[in-house]
């Protein structure tokens, strides 16, 4: 018998009992001193944007959430998503106690347990591993919040290594790209200073699909002052419906689109020379670099006019240094994804918009001090042990650790997953996950669904959602440094409890209680708070605070900045990447063209949904309960498919989707589909989502890994139409 049987949960099924309706069903009183109409300060988590919120009830029920004015991350208003995020606390297929995996008879199921009882068997099996193969063999996935308290947890058990799909299957490219060449990265909010722009550059950003809410506001108030936007993206997105230039890129050229420009603004002399003479290094071996670059060789590989790429050269520079050449934010998409954001760094730095008014503004956050608590510290770096091959990487990679977990001699031999669900979210893993599952000891998965990441669990633990539950303050790098507060509006349905609360009490059973030196969580928020005149009681009734800034917005004219690159100055040519082995200076690689009956996958957001993590929320499911694959019409004529009928997607491999309805559009090119990713849940304990739409994850076939940064590139693979028998 198999170690691990993937489990769907519907062993379960029928131990829950009647599930209550939909909204306001649910059975959790409210909390003290809630009134008929009550208001609880929040921070919405149906994205990592974090906007600050208010949540309302009525008779203790969800009423609604409303962003709060105050917070300049969303100046009082909520995307669509996190409008609909109060149906996360309702939605009745939440998981509601923990679970372990038993094996009786030979067959496999979940039963509920008590908290006590699913913390002595981790414990138990955490404290095996440690004595057979050592402490450090823990490795932690999670995205969001609560992921901290499970890497206090692991790190005080002496496992450091962890990893977040936010850095090798998102933004990871760009931050080494861009902390190569001016010795930081782009950071989270993104620091982009369009408020402020008179050119902005988006390419394959589609802002206004991806919501994320105050970058969307922000270039709206850039187009309301007449900024120039240039949109690249072979698609027709909706930032490329409000742009001045569309460049309907050949998929995967990008790099030569940017060497091009590059090889306009020095041959025409365009660029910033103070800036550059001022503040880079490198200059003479990129303007070296650059010449075979024209934009007629460029024409032949992006099938973008060369009067097109002079003419948007120009407009750039006409503007800058108040043109942002917008960094992209899921940037894990042909393999040479570091290489392509290092262009675009450059492409800054010769605008000179790096440190000013309309390209990118300096970060700060609030100096908020520690919980006094003991840290515990490494005896080794698990980075040398696990992720050599990636030494410019500061950060731990997914799929690496995920690669160092499989078979009996793997490194790791037990994973702790929160709130990621790895198994849509990593291309490529799908046999390597199944092969882990053989070889770990130990899976524990902390979520609040039954996302499929829970059928290979041995323990499953329920947290409750955002709406019943601390977590840390929201204090992140941006223009104005802020707190927010995320504080309960209801007490957690059914058996779920907080991150913290589970934390917490995992450490009492395996001893390690010292570093959780605090009863409540409540006790640190309010501690921390104090150290900057403010407390728990004030947050409550505000929700946010402002803080004054310690460090201009902008470089001051004039005053020589000091750059954390082995230079001090912005690196056009890399040292660190010649050091490694890689190009110091990006080169283009022509990416793999679909063979014969086939389209490039591309794929993006929709504005109702986040990943997979809301297609199941009853409301927003409401609003887009299934997605569709765009194809141009004279690929649909070839194919004779019409819009809105079912068809399958396949790879050349032969994988198969679940249906999708089609939609046939001028918006895309002829050689290309598109498919918004999240859907085609195959879990049917998500009974909304299950069958609905298809998945992109699963169709990806030629995944492409950087060399330098170790993501996961998603763009490479190809699909075709299969009609469904009528
Ligand atoms: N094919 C493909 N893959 C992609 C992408 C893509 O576009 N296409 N996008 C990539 C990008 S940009 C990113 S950032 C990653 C995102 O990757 P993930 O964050 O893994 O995305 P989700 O699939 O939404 O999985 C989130 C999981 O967290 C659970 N969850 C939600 N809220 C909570 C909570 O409050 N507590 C707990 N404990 N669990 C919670 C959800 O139920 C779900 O199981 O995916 C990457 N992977
Ligand atoms: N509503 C909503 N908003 C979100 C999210 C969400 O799940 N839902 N997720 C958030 C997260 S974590 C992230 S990382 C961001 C991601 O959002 P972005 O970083 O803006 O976008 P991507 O998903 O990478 O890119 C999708 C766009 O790239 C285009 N594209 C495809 N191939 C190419 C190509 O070869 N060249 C060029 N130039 N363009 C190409 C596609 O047509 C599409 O318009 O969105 C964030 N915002
Ligand atoms: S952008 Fe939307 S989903 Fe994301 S935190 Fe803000 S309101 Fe919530
Ligand atoms: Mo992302």
New binding site residues.
Partial sequence: MRRREFLKLTALLGSVGALPGLLGGCSAPPLPGTGEVGTTRTVC?ICFWQCAATLSTEYGKPWKVEGNPEDPHCNGRLCTRGTGGIASYSDPDRLRQPLIRVSRNGKQSFVPVTWHKAFEVIAGRMQDIAGQHGSDRFALFS??D?GRHFRLLLQAYGSHAYAH??FA??RGPRETAFGLTFGEGVGSPDRTDMANSRCIVLIGSHIGENLHNSQVQTLMQALDRGATLITVDPRFSVPASKSKHWLPIKPGTDTALLLAWMNVLVNEQLYDRDYVAQNCSGFEELARHVQPYNPEGAYLETGLEPEQIRETARAMARAAPATLVHPG??VTWYGDDTQRCRAIAILNALLGSWGRPGGFYRQEKVDLPEFPAPKPEPDHDWMDTVQADYPLVATGISNVLIDRSVGPDAFFKGWFI?????I????GIRKQMEQAAESLELIVV????P?E?TGYADVVLP?C??LERHDELRNKAERTPTLALRSPAFTPRHDSKP?WWIAKGLAGHLGLESYFPWQDYREVLDWQLRQVGSSLEEMERVGVKSFPRKTPVYFEPGKAVKFNTPSGRIELYSKHLAGAGHDPLPKYTPPERPPEGFFHLN??RAAAH????TINNPLLFELMPENTVWVHPAAAATLGVRSGEYVRLENPEGTQSNRIRVRVTQRIRPDSVFMV??FGHTDPRQRLAHGAGAD??AL?HNVRIDPVMGGTG?RASFVTLVREEV
Wanted: with cysteine; charged share 10%.
């Fill in positions: 988590n995205h969001g609560g799909p936010s299957q998102c934010r899921h929160y709130a990621t669900n790895l849509t979210t990593i291309p902390v979520d609040t669904m996302a990441i947290e959602t955002y991150a794929y993006g986040t990943f997979g993590r990713h999240g992109d994850t990806m998603m």
